[in-house]
């Protein structure tokens, strides 16, 4: 029989090659889709060790966040010393495939423009932290860094804590005397017996012996003194009953507080005492040595420097050693960041600008504000006042704080004579209580929605110095949840433990 040609052994040749070749193809085929597989799978392992990296910080950041909100004393009062000084470490889900640690700086100021700087910046601006002991001076916001990890995958997540604080809560601060770099200090240890003579020694911002607080009760207490063991901490004494030259010695903090260890800051920059009834007695601090390292401190009704800003008996409190007992009853407005400071007519002068000044029971620190609004959008509209006596260095009569309208640097609310009925629009203030949200409460607002409050000196360049002091003026500035925006704040009320500024290294 015989074939067809097109069925013969030459036709057979040709599909033979053909399925050759589809093997050929199909085989590639197969090893570049498996190729592409793997890679896929690769990439999806990466994605999802990505994923558990992510997962694993932020547990991290939960980690510290409980840590935070535990630090309390089971009444909801903070405790500084619980607060965890880190670093944090913990697997997530009780396994080790997952883990986190978590680097902890605290800082006493709003840390928004420095959230995009590293670590060691960070550690280098930080308030110290000792376990056990907790931060040197109260933080305003806990900055964390969690790294998570997986199989040698990691990622690095930041972000800032708010803490809740309270005017109670005085962080402390040095008082100095004016034109000597000499602070208050308690000598050779935080815990002077009772009868140690207050000393003047050069101020050194590390020297825990420096830090004093100017507490409600109108006591200076050593703030460091607090211990288990001495609860109430030290107070400045004068003895009782006081008499020319006493000199100024730590005590036990009386509870409540008695008139041998109240004092008030007065209108020479003074320190002097009060009597029984609340009323200054005419006793005022004196260095015995104007000038010496190690001097001790009297009292005395006959302070030299003729009612001049001098070395011997003039002083300057941090405004971290906090206002006293300053406050909306004495029509003072006391400011939250720079807490032992109130709004100042400088010099007594209506031509001055405002500024920042230690809290003190005196006319040109006390200001009318209208009805405290909950809403700024319905609040009443009306004047901040200050009515001035005969005999002071602005004449006698009614003042109005004037808004300059304007954020501009170098533009300042000043006080104007005007009457009660003045309808111009710069004289219309909104003064705001609590609305419920911190961030828009207890803020002053002119007629555009504009904030006032403290240049934030040094860093600002709108201060002045007093003897090397730089005194903050007052501004004009868009409304934020900025702490300087903050009077006669809430003593209890503070946005608190709010995550911010979360981002990924």
């Known amino acids: 029989m015989t074939f067809p040609a097109a069925l013969g052994p030459r036709g057979d040749r040709g599909s033979l090659a053909m399925a050759v070749l589809l093997t050929v193809v199909g085989v590639s085929l197969a090893g570049l889709l498996a190729a592409v597989t793997l890679g896929e799978i690769t990439s999806t392992r990466s994605d999802m060790r990505r994923g558990h990296t992510l997962h694993a910080a932020q547990a991290g950041l939960d980690a510290l966040l409980a840590q935070i909100r535990a630090a309390d004393d089971g009444s909801g009062n903070g405790v500084r010393a619980s607060l965890p000084c880190g670093p944090l470490a ?39 932290c000792t376990a056990g002991s907790g931060p040197a001076t ?72 420096q830090v004093f607080a100017y507490r409600q009760d109108s006591t200076l207490q050593l703030v460091n003194s607090v211990t288990s063991a001495q609860p109430n901490g030290m107070c400045l004494d004068a003895g009782s009953p006081q008499a020319e030259g006493n000199l100024v010695r730590f005590e036990t903090c009386a509870s409540p507080a008695t008139a041998r260890q109240q004092w008030r800051y007065n209108d020479m920059a003074m320190i002097e005492g009060l009597d029984a009834a609340g009323n200054n ?76 000044w230690p809290c003190k029971p005196s006319w040109n620190q006390a200001f009318t504000l209208p009805a405290l609004g909950t809403d700024p959008a319905t609040a009443v509209v009306g004047k901040i006042t200050m009515t001035v006596g005969a005999g002071n260095a602005t004449p006698p009569g009614f003042y109005c704080l004037r808004s300059p309208r304007t954020t501009w640097q170098w533009s300042f609310p000043m006080l104007v004579s005007c009457t009660a009925t003045d309808p111009a629009p710069e004289l219309r203030w909104r003064a705001i209580g609590y609305t419920g949200k ?56 503070l946005s608190g433990l709010s995550l911010k500024y979360l981002g990924e290294n």
Do not use: H
């Open 90 to 128: 913990g697997a997530v889900g009780g396994g080790t495939a997952e883990t986190y640690q978590v680097a902890i700086y605290y800082v006493g100021f709003d840390p928004q423009s420095q959230m995009k700087a590293s670590q060691a910046w960070f550690a280098a601006n930080d308030i110290n």
């Open 138 to 209: 109260l933080p305003t916001f806990a900055v964390a860094f969690a790294t998570g990890t997986e199989a040698g995958s990691t990622r690095v997540v930041r972000g800032a804590y708010r803490l809740r604080t309270t005017n109670q809560n005085i962080a402390g601060g040095p008082i100095t005397v004016f034109y000597d770099n000499l602070c208050m200090d308690s000598g050779a240890t935080t815990s002077p017996a009772g009868g140690t003579p207050l000393q003047m020694r050069t101020c050194d911002a590390t020297r825990k012996e």
């Open 281 to 356: 007695n005419g006793f005022m601090f004196q260095l015995t040595t104007a000038g010496l390292n190690t001097s001790t401190v009297k009292i005395t009704k006959t302070p030299t420097g003729n009612n001049i800003y001098n070395n011997a008996n003039s002083f300057m409190p941090d405004a971290k050693a906090g206002a006293g007992n300053a406050g909306p009853q004495n029509k003072q407005l006391v400011n939250f960041k720079q807490f032992g400071r109130c709004l100042d007519l400088n010099g007594g002068n209506y031509q001055n600008t405002l500024i920042t």
């Open 438 to 493: 911190y961030g828009t409460s207890y803020q002053l607002l002119d007629v555009d929605g504009n904030c006032v409050q403290p240049s934030d000196a040094p860093t600002d360049p709108e201060y002045f110095d007093v003897g090397a002091l730089k005194i903050s003026m007052i501004v004009l500035r868009p409304c934020t949840d900025s702490l300087l925006q903050k009077w006669n704040a809430d003593p209890n009320i």
